[in-house]
């Protein structure tokens, strides 16, 4: 029911009675907002990249630098708030967390215990860009923060 049309019978009470009303909410299809965007279907990983302080423009990892499992991961922010991720071959179980779009455009992915956020920097029918801050390094003094972008497709 989250994606359709629907309509709500809100009733509000206090000492003096109860009041009704009616309110119908028009939601219209998937591609006329974020959030239904971010849930219609399955998401994955297009390339990845970072950049810190001292850098000018993003650096985006060649594919064959980053361990090829990331472009057989599917990832769905399913509609009832259960993030889900699976790969597409199926050779490991999938597993799931909870996600919630904030204001601000942030997304709140939760496993019960840790919350990871990331920034929607740009989605439309086929692209999804997220930043997500962090450090780059070896664990050292040297770490410099950055700033992650990951750039998915749709999985067709």
Same mark, same amino acid.
């Given at each position: 029911r989250l994606l359709k049309d629907t309509t709500y019978t809100l009733k509000a009470s206090n000492s003096a009675g109860t009041t009704a009303d009616t309110v119908s909410f028009k939601v219209g299809d998937w591609t006329t907002s974020k959030y239904g965007m971010i849930s219609?279907?399955?998401?994955?990983?297009?390339?990845?990249?970072?950049?810190?302080d001292?850098?000018?423009?993003?650096?985006?990892?060649e594919k064959d630098q980053l361990d090829p499992r990331i472009f057989n991961d599917m990832f769905y922010y399913s509609p009832?708030?259960?993030y889900t991720v699976k790969?597409?071959?199926?050779?490991?179980?999938?597993?799931?967390?909870?996600?919630?779009?904030?204001?601000g455009d942030s997304i709140a992915i939760s496993d019960g215990r840790n919350t990871s956020m990331s920034y929607l920097k740009y989605i439309d029918k086929t692209k999804l860009v997220l930043y997500e801050e962090g450090t780059v390094g070896n664990g050292?003094?040297? =770490?410099q923060p950055a700033v992650f972008i990951t750039v998915y497709?749709? =999985?067709?």
């Open positions: 219609h279907s399955y998401w994955m990983v297009d390339s990845i990249g970072y950049k810190t001292t850098m000018s423009n993003f650096y985006m990892y009832n708030g259960t790969t597409k071959s199926g050779t490991r179980p999938p597993f799931s967390h909870h996600w919630k779009l904030l204001p050292g003094p040297n =770490d497709k749709r =999985d067709n």
